[in-house]
Nanobody
Framework: EAQLVESGGGLVQAGGSLRLSCATS????????IGWFRQAPGKEREGVSC????????YYDASVKGRFTISGDNAKKVVYLQMNSLKPEDTAVYYC???????????????????????WGKGTLVTVSS
């Protein structure tokens, strides 16, 4: 059974940093795209950043580009999201999600957007105070 478990959320002041981790199991890590999504109170869930583990391509939403970095550790089967220069508007529950990815058929941007993911973690709360 596929499992994704997020950790690393917490309370941080604006301008600070956090690193989220997504520990995965139950599927072939290299065959998947894994991403971070977030949902703020009263807002729709949005794709923040995704990575195609086997291909190495990445996608970042414009709101986080230059501040967040996604990376994967193939040996540990963990995906990280390093978040720097955090802003109050980054406050949200952050979810890790995954889906088998065939790069020739679907772009990593689509995996982070309309095409969607089919395996989800339970989320970790990030709160950025002003």
């Amino acid at each position: 059974e596929a499992q994704l478990v997020e950790s690393g959320g917490g309370l941080v002041q604006a301008g600070g940093s956090l690193r989220l981790s997504c520990a995965t199991s139950g599927f072939t890590f290299d065959d998947y795209a894994i991403g971070w999504f977030r949902q703020a109170p009263g807002k729709e869930r949005e794709g923040v950043s995704c990575i195609s583990i086997g291909e190495g391509s990445t996608y970042y939403d414009a709101s986080v580009k230059g501040r967040f970095t996604i990376s994967g550790d193939n040996a540990k089967k963990v995906v990280y999201l390093q978040m720097n220069s955090l802003k109050p508007e980054d406050t949200a529950v952050y979810y890790c999600a995954a889906r088998r990815h065939v790069p020739a058929l679907v772009t990593i941007e689509s995996m982070c957007g309309d095409y969607g993911m089919d395996r989800w973690g339970k989320g970790t709360l990030v709160t950025v105070s002003s």
